[in-house]
């Protein structure tokens, strides 16, 4: 019996270590497979609904590509599409949706809402993102920091994240961080660091097994030596515009630019973002944002430093459909002979 089966994934640490781990070794034989045209499809029976309540474009792609690669089906419920939580309560909607579905996708802007459907859908319930969490998103930074390593444990490998350390990524980065024992340094200002009550837990757990995760305000502490700079927008979805300019204002010492670069002392230091990135000015907010605060060349990454890390940041984007996949195998097959 496969232990994962039926297992909803609102936050990483639904997991254990070990079953984190396990993903990852199966995302990574999916992604061979595939890539060898070897790729048995084990979901043919199976019906999965996609519920957006914002935008995406690599989560939405990877579960339906995921999906279709496995043999299963996918109905996308974007946003204002259905009557969840405007003239049907979120707990019947679970209640129907578990009833037609072997699996429920939801992305949105409550956390609470999540964990109403996991509680009375019978179907299991991933998270795509919430203001919280974004689980599916590390799994995928997971398995992009191993293949870059993979003479390394996790445990050797040291990262920071810098930016808005208190956004779904910033939290889930901690969890992940606790569960396979990187050495994670959040650098963020104070304003910006996670929630204290999940910072010190994980900070505690990860002290007991020898680990190290930290917060500091201080680039140079934080950055120095690190394998990994991972950075994410410094306004998420869903957040006021007029957060903007506090925000910037806050972050700007935060930047991923060619000083921070040198602050590592490590020529070999790889940049992760989990997109969309805002390094130029190609797009309709690049443009008007960078434009209103004066920024020249990209706000939370250089354009610079984010073509010459390119090839990474777009694997680990790709790494979304391999991850996603081993997510929906491991919950929906009670056995996985893979
Ligand atoms: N990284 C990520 O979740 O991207 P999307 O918003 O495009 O799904
Ligand atoms: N923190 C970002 C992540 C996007 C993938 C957001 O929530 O918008």
């Not at 939405?60 to 003239?87: I, M, W």
Request: glycine content about 4%; some cysteine; charged content about 30%.
């Amino acid at each position: 019996m496969n232990n994962l089966y039926k297992r909803d994934c609102l936050r990483l640490l639904d997991f254990t270590s070990l079953e984190i781990n396990n993903i990852i070794l199966l995302a990574e034989k999916l992604k061979k497979d595939k890539k060898n045209n070897k790729e048995i499809p084990l979901l043919k029976t199976k019906n999965i609904a996609l519920i957006f309540e914002k935008e995406s474009t690599r989560t939405r792609c990877s579960f339906e590509v995921a999906a279709f690669d496995q043999g299963a089906n996918v109905t996308y419920l974007g946003p204002g599409s259905t009557h969840l939580g405007v003239k049907e309560s979120i707990e019947d909607t679970a209640k129907i949706l578990g009833r037609l579905y072997d699996g429920i996708q939801y992305r949105g802007h409550d956390h609470k809402i999540i964990e109403i459907l996991s509680k009375y859908s019978k179907a299991p319930v991933w998270n795509g993102l919430t203001e919280k969490f974004h689980p599916t998103q590390l799994l995928a930074d997971l398995l992009t920091i191993k293949e870059n390593f993979p003479e390394k444990k996790f445990c050797n490998i040291k990262c920071a994240y810098v930016g808005d350390a208190h956004n779904n990524i910033g939290n889930s980065f901690l969890e992940a961080a606790l569960l396979v024992g990187l050495d994670l340094r959040l650098v963020a200002p104070k304003e910006c660091w996670p929630e204290k009550k999940l910072f010190k837990f994980c900070q505690e757990e990860a002290k007991k097994k020898k680990r190290n995760i930290i917060c500091t305000e201080n680039v140079a502490e934080g950055v120095k030596n690190v394998d990994f700079i991972y950075t994410d927008v410094w306004v998420s979805m869903g957040e006021r515009k007029e957060i903007w300019e506090k925000r910037i204002k806050l972050l700007r010492p935060y930047q991923v630019n060619r000083n921070m670069l040198n602050m590592t002392y490590n020529s070999q230091v790889k940049i992760l973002h989990c997109l969309p990135a805002l390094h130029d000015q190609k797009t309709d907010m690049g443009k008007s944002i960078l434009k209103k605060y004066g920024f020249q060349n990209g706000m939370e990454i250089t354009d610079d430093i984010f073509k010459e890390n390119q090839k990474i940041i777009f694997e680990q984007a790709e790494n979304r459909l391999h991850t996603i996949k081993a997510l929906l195998v491991s919950s929906l097959l009670k056995k996985n002979n893979l």
